[in-house]
């Protein structure tokens, strides 16, 4: 019995950029349920999601030709994703814009290496995103999507987010200890 190898994204992609429009729809499968739980988290309006994931799938459509085919696929069309929730979180906010400074970016920390806790502390920061993750700045929110729901590594975090690797575990680190205060101040009901 012979199985058929499923065709990488970016082979699918390379064929769209060769003229074959109708393999886009192949990406279009493969990435909708991905994008949308991705916008979900992010944007926390589903109605927001599913508009702004059509408006991902269009720009990536339009941008194809600029995709290098050497390169893994799917931090390109997250990055594209990442841009466009980042757009609407701009035209949600109010006119009163303030200035911050992104230190986390301007004195990136080394992160430690994984303890033997590791696996552990990743369960109970998966059941707590599940529960407060709308509670978090979207600084943090959206690197904690994308390593524990999206099972990212740190170095396609950091190339969406084009933030350094370093950056990455900072931020995730931030955001898991945000979860932690927000999930020990919040009233239990058992």
């Not at 065709?7 to 769209?16: G, N, S």
Request: charged share 25%; with cysteine.
């Amino acid at each position: 019995m012979v199985t058929e190898v499923p065709e990488t994204d970016e082979h699918i992609a390379l064929c769209v950029q060769r003229g074959d429009a109708e393999a886009f729809g192949e990406l279009i499968g493969r990435y909708q349920p991905k994008l949308f739980r991705y916008a979900r988290k992010f944007l926390l309006d589903p109605d927001d999601a599913a508009d702004i994931v059509q408006d991902i799938f269009i720009k990536s459509y339009q941008n194809i030709q600029s995709f290098d085919t050497t390169r893994r696929f799917s931090p390109w069309i997250y990055r594209i994703a990442h841009n466009e929730f980042v757009n609407a979180l701009k035209k949600r906010a109010s006119r009163h814009t303030i200035f911050t400074i992104d230190f986390d970016t301007l004195f990136p920390h080394l992160t430690a290496p994984d303890t033997s806790d590791s696996a552990a502390l990743e369960r109970d920061t998966q059941a707590m995103l599940d529960q407060y993750l709308d509670k978090v700045s979207p600084k943090y929110r959206e690197p904690l999507v994308l390593y524990y729901l999206e099972g990212m590594d740190y170095k396609e975090i950091a190339e969406i987010l084009q933030i350094p690797v370093s950056t990455v575990g900072v931020r995730l680190a931030r955001g898991r200890t945000a979860l932690t205060k927000i999930a020990g101040s919040l009233p239990r009901y058992e």
